[in-house]
């Protein structure tokens, strides 16, 4: 609290008002109510005045400064400015006037209202008002919401508003909430609900379900129904998994900057009028990479199969994330598009031949075996079916996915070959994204050579996720590793890296056209230029479906838990190509 008493023009006379009025702004500033409030004519008014005003600006401190004074006679007048500082280092600066009168020869405060602001009606005083500002949206890359200010409302049971109808109120609640949740048991509420000390907590719920009970249970007796503002999705189906770990990422981006008010209300509490007003500053919008169309193409796709299954679809020349579709069945084992990991089976030769040619051990054209088995140390590696096509080309052998032939080189390369290998293609490192959980893979070095023929193939103890895979399908596209993103403006966490080589790039780039074209990817002929590589990656049981590819600006990598062979992973992301617009990032 301050005081700053200054009075424009000449020096005040002594017999004049000024004395007095520094000694009430005086004590004003320093929240002396009663000092101030016994220089007035009407004490305990003025006091209360003054007391109320302080209150309900919730005010820390006060500068009074006199401006000009003028008198005749036994009346006066003080010009004064105010500056209330307030909460959250606000201030409120006004000029106003003081009434005085000298009574037996002495000066006083002729109070009035106007003492402490010129639209100050009698009985009336401050009020500071908080104007929140509406929470920014979410939208995906289109400019579509898919997270908006809402509400979701919580359900409550109190037994003593409901009195004697507390069991008929608990058998009606635990009915209509038996969609939501089984374990709400009629006798064992009220008893719970009866020994509550206050309303027994029961379960919230988004606006469609409190739409669907709020009928049946708002008329109960002791039923009691909380709105609680939050950020809800504009739709529950549209990637869900994600939508929720972007809603806790961003929550503290959306408030903005309140706004405040100063107003004037009457003895009833009502508004009166407003004094002084500051405008809150909204929060921008928050922006995620996810593209609407993408999303709902993916999400349809998984959709069409009842096993788990999984699409993750990345934008190489920038790392944008534009979908993560996963199906009701994935969903049960949580975020596993971007965290589930899983031998990648015969996707992994991208790695492999990658490998391969950074070592001049071979080139897409390099003439190399592939026969129907083969014996390398201890472990027989069989092509699939057996099928066995002599001496090829590399790059036949890729587009045919020939196991033995990627089993040998892996066989020649040292124990950390297909690791460091595999980090030049984003599958070990590690990215915290924000607001998506990620694991990309990981692939070990080998201690033996039983390991490196295994995974030279995807087998043995190489593991990586549809997101892992997805960035290797990226990097081929892009030429480089692409940084993944899903939020506009929060930068990606990256450790463990490793660039490329531009050359073994345009080596891979014709090898995966040729698996679409010639290959055993021939299903999506007609899909535009769509290059990659398919995976049937063998578990204890059964097998995985896979399929890692890209087309133009758009990389994606689609698996199947235990989908058997890969044309099923093949035939559900044409099932995806083909609900995009036309030429849809081509």
Known sequence: MALVVTLAGCTP?????????????????????????????????????????????????????????????????????????????RSWTYDGALNMVRVGGRWEVRWSATGLHPRLGENQTFELRAQTPPRAAVHERTGTNVLVPGFRYHFALDARDA?????????????????????????????????????????????????????????????????????????????????????????????????????????????????????????PSVRITLDRS??????????TTGKQAMIVVLKPSTGEILAVAQNAAADRDGPVATMGLYPPG???????????????????????????????????????????????????????????????????????????????????????????????GSVPPTVNLTERTEDGFGQGKVVASPFGMALAAATVAAGRTPVPRLIEGRETEVSGTAEPSPEVVEGLRPMMRLVVTNGTAEDLQGAGDVRGKTGEAEFAGGSHSWFTGYRGDMAFSALIVGGGSSEYAVRMLKGMLDALPPDYQA
């Not at 004003?28 to 309900?56: V, Y």
């Not at 990627?406 to 915290?432: C, H, N, V």
């Open 346 to 440: 015969s996707t992994f030769k991208i790695v492999t031949a990658a490998a391969a040619m950074e070592r001049d051990m071979a080139t897409p054209n390099t003439l190399l075996g592939c026969p129907g088995r083969m014996d390398i140390g201890h472990r027989t590696v069989p092509n699939y079916g057996g099928f066995d096509l002599g001496t090829v080309p590399m790059s036949r052998a890729f587009a045919s996915s020939c196991n033995t032939t990627f089993a040998e080189l892996a066989s020649r390369m040292p124990p950390r070959g297909l690791t460091q290998a595999a980090s030049q293609y984003g599958i070990g490192p590690d990215y915290k994204v924000a607001g998506l959980r990620t694991v990309t």
């Open 163 to 283: 009195g004697a109808q507390l069991m008929p109120t608990a058998r009606v609640v635990a009915d209509v909430l038996r969609p939501f949740t089984d374990v709400l048991d009629p006798q064992l509420l009220a008893e719970q609900a009866s020994s509550s000390d206050g309303a027994l907590s029961l379960i919230t719920l988004r606006q469609a379900d409190h739409d669907a009970v709020v009928g049946a249970l708002a008329p109960l007796p002791g039923v009691v129904i909380t709105p609680q503002p939050d950020l809800v999705p504009t739709d529950e189906e549209f990637a869900p998994a994600v939508i929720n770990d972007v809603k806790s990422s961003v929550a503290d981006q959306l408030d903005g900057e309140p706004g405040w008010r100063v107003v004037t209300v009457n003895q009833n509490g009502v508004d009166v009028d407003v004094l002084h007003e500051v405008a809150g500053q909204p929060a």
């Open 13 to 89: 006379r002594p017999d004049g008002p000024e004395p007095v009025a520094e000694e009430f702004f005086a004590a004003l500033a320093t929240g002396d109510t009663g000092a101030a409030a016994q220089l007035a004519d009407r004490p305990d008014p003025a006091r209360a005045a003054l007391n109320e005003a302080w209150a309900g600006l919730q005010a820390t401190g006060l500068d009074a400064q006199i401006l000009s004074s003028k008198y005749a006679e036994d009346t006066g007048t003080i010009n004064y400015r105010y500056t209330w500082h307030l909460p959250r280092n």
């Open 294 to 303: 993408v999303q709902n193409a993916a999400q349809n796709a998984v959709d």
